[in-house]
């Protein structure tokens, strides 16, 4: 009895904070799988030092430097260069040799994290001639997430990682040709950031962000509910002129989702669909 009272009580505080997340900050949780933002204020009790989660309920209304803390631990950074290299060979053969063929190209990369997606596809963008002629726009939640992405910084670890996926994503140099090395740490070749617009975009509570002819947003969706995956990817519908492309990666799919009638299946492992 003591435990379900405990965990009702847990559960009002969830509430609470999500309401006062949305309501002073405008940013809406109210949408997310419930079980895994229960998961991550959880951790975020352990890291502030707060018994409960109204503790970090009273810090983020009466302290200003704490949101970008906040945001930081209840969003999920986790991503790699060439992430699932299946799906970057699989944009180069299926997707690009349509998007040649366009005058100017714009990919949104929504829910980008730390910018190692955004160089992956600088890179297959720059090596099958189409850089120079896109527009790529990347997106979040997470500003400090943004900053780390404009900045192109990276550890040497993160890079022999990817020298890997890029081999496996039929990447045609070597990734070293892209990054720089010096003190321990590898910084992107500022040209391939030339063509990309990073910028604070919510799937939760903004719009229609830009007439895109590919849209990438990949372990993005497992962490929203029903609702809030019929929002993003409505959003991301409208966002696409006909004939443009979508990529969900392998842990995603359109199938059970209301705009799923308005696209067909391009790569069914990859999930990369075409609007119709
Ligand atoms: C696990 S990362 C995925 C990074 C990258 N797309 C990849 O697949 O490697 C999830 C990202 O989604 C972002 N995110 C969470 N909620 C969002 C929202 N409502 N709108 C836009 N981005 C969001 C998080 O801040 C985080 O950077």
Redesign the pocket.
Known sequence: MARMRDEESQNLEVELLIEALFRRFNYDFRDYARSSVVRRLQHAMTRFHCPTISHIQARLLNESSFLPELIDVL??????MF?DPTYYASLRTNVLPILKTYPSVRVWI????TG??VVSMAILFKEEGLLEKTTIYA????MR?LEHAQRGIYDTEAIQKATLNYRESGGKQSISDYVSVAYGSAKVDPSLYKHVVFSD????TDSVFTEAHLISC???LI?FDRTLQNRATGLFRDSLVRGGFMGL?NRESLRFLEPAAQFRTVDETNRIYQKL
């Open positions: 969003t999920v950074p986790t991503t790699e992430r929504a829910g980008t994290s190692e997606e997106t979040d939640i997470n997430s975009h919510s799937l939760a990949r372990n993005v962490y990666g």
